[in-house]
Nanobody, 117 residues
Framework: QVQLVESGGGLVQAGGSLRLSCAAS????????MGWFRRAPGKERLFVAS????????LYAASVKARFTISKDNAKNTVYLQMNSLKPEDTAIYYC??????????WGQGTQVTVSS
């Protein structure tokens, strides 16, 4: 079992930046890829970005590409999401997740990001 704890959310003005962190513990050797997802009020949870633990290959949703950067620190078992040029539509609860052989199966509790206009 993998435990994930997110931090770094908060309130920021449009155009500002935030960095989210996700600390993983437990059976992290079972995790192939780490990802960030978000759920805006009244909407479904959507993929934001992901990175493989090994090679560091990244994927981004079109809506955040060129503004967000996902990175990792294997020694700390931590994944980061640097969010720049934030927009009000980025307001959401951001979740960290781990992809297991069976799929996205480990989820954090989420951290709130609010972008004011």
């Amino acid at each position: 079992q993998v435990q994930l704890v997110e931090s770094g959310g908060g309130l920021v003005q449009a155009g500002g930046s935030l960095r989210l962190s996700c600390a993983a513990s437990g059976r992290t050797s079972n995790v192939y890829r780490m990802g960030w997802f978000r759920r805006a009020p009244g909407k479904e949870r959507l993929f934001v970005a992901s990175i493989t633990w090994g090679g560091g290959s990244t994927l981004y949703a079109a809506s955040v590409k060129a503004r967000f950067t996902i990175s990792k620190d294997n020694a700390k078992n931590t994944v980061y999401l640097q969010m720049n040029s934030l927009k009000p539509e980025d307001t959401a609860i951001y979740y960290c997740a781990g992809e297991l052989p069976s799929g996205w199966g480990s989820w954090g509790q989420g951290t709130q990001v609010t972008v004011s206009s």
